[in-house]
């Protein structure tokens, strides 16, 4: 059975329930009353707000306010193409599929079109939305949104300069089991992995 690269329509029954359990609670519900700018740099914000608690107690958030990026996953004679680098943050290499930041009010597809030719010099025809990440929802507003390249073609890559970067094309099942085996975390490529694996 072929697999349907579009999203469902909205009036998907399948998703009543989903919507159902997603609509505000106020046994659950926090009401924001104030909010504190704490930092601000290039990336992010870090506020702190002042918050009710649904039984009626005050409570401290620290919140990261983030842009979101997009990250695009890209299948090729049964191999997914994902960049290497060292991520300080963790002290570590990782694998992850082509990323990056998405400017203020720009368009997540053109950022993940863009991240892509930058760090891999492939274009694509066409990218198709398969997922939203929220990598830390409990005190991050940051969202991937997660295309499907379709049409690839190569072209020079041309990643920023302070961007080291090294792309690399691997088998979907073994890209799945260092997924499974915890060997690759990454929030967006586990995403993209799963994907990629229902399409064999």
Known sequence: MALDLMPPKADDPRLDRIRQLLVDDPALVERVDERENMWHCGIFE?????????????????????????????????????????????????????????????????????????????VAERLVPIAVSRSAPGFTNERTRVYFAEGVSQHPASPDPDEFVDVVWVPVDEVVAAVRAGIIQDAKTVISALFAASLA
């Open 46 to 122: 870090a506020e702190r707000w002042m918050v009710t608690q649904p039984d009626g107690q005050e409570g401290e958030r620290d919140i990261v306010l983030h842009n979101g990026g997009a990250g695009v996953c890209v299948v090729r004679d049964g191999r997914m193409c994902l960049v290497r680098q060292y991520r300080v943050a963790l002290g570590r290499m990782t694998l992850e599929i082509p990323a990056g930041k998405i400017d203020a009010s720009e368009d997540p597809a053109v950022c993940a079109a863009r991240e892509l030719t930058e760090e891999t010099g492939l």
